[in-house]
């Protein structure tokens, strides 16, 4: 199954560093190696429409390709209960979009932790930061 991702919901520990600071690595990294994969992926059907589709967008923004849009929308997490507020936001998501029935089912959530499980992603729970 194929799904059009226009968004992404991060919950990010700054670790003292500037949000603007890990949001662009986060978009310089990720960009930079989807890019790659697509490129070498001889078995995607959409592997010219997407290069053509990440060039054309980057021609806007004088770069060579752009997957992510430049602004992004951060929002501090300023006590437990809009952290916890947020992070139940993101696990409904997919059960809001009708991608899934219950939030362990999708594959890169943290949901599949915080329900006793391990996911595909390397997570550190709410609880051990707070």
């Given at each position: 199954m194929v799904y059009n991702v226009k968004y992404?919901?991060?919950?990010?520990?700054?670790?003292?560093?500037?949000?603007?600071?890990?949001?662009?690595?986060?978009?310089?990294?990720?960009?930079?190696?989807?890019?790659?994969a697509i490129k070498v992926n001889n078995k995607e059907s959409r592997k010219e429409w997407m290069i053509w589709m990440?060039?054309?967008?980057?021609?806007?923004?004088?770069?060579?390709?752009?997957?992510?849009?430049?602004?992004?929308?951060?929002?501090?997490?300023?006590?437990n209960n809009i952290a916890y507020q947020k992070l139940e936001y993101i696990h409904n998501n997919p059960i809001e979009?009708?991608?899934?029935?219950?939030?362990?089912?999708?594959?890169?959530?943290?949901?599949i932790d915080y329900n006793g499980g391990k996911g595909l992603l390397e997570i550190i729970q709410l609880e051990t930061l707070m």
């Open positions: 992404l919901h991060l919950i990010i520990g700054t670790r003292g560093n500037a949000m603007s600071n890990i949001m662009r690595d986060l978009k310089r990294h990720s960009s930079e190696e989807l890019h790659k990440m060039e054309r967008a980057g021609k806007i923004n004088n770069v060579n390709f752009q997957l992510w849009q430049p602004e992004s929308h951060p929002i501090e997490l300023t006590n979009a009708g991608f899934i029935t219950k939030a362990e089912e999708w594959q890169y959530s943290s949901a």
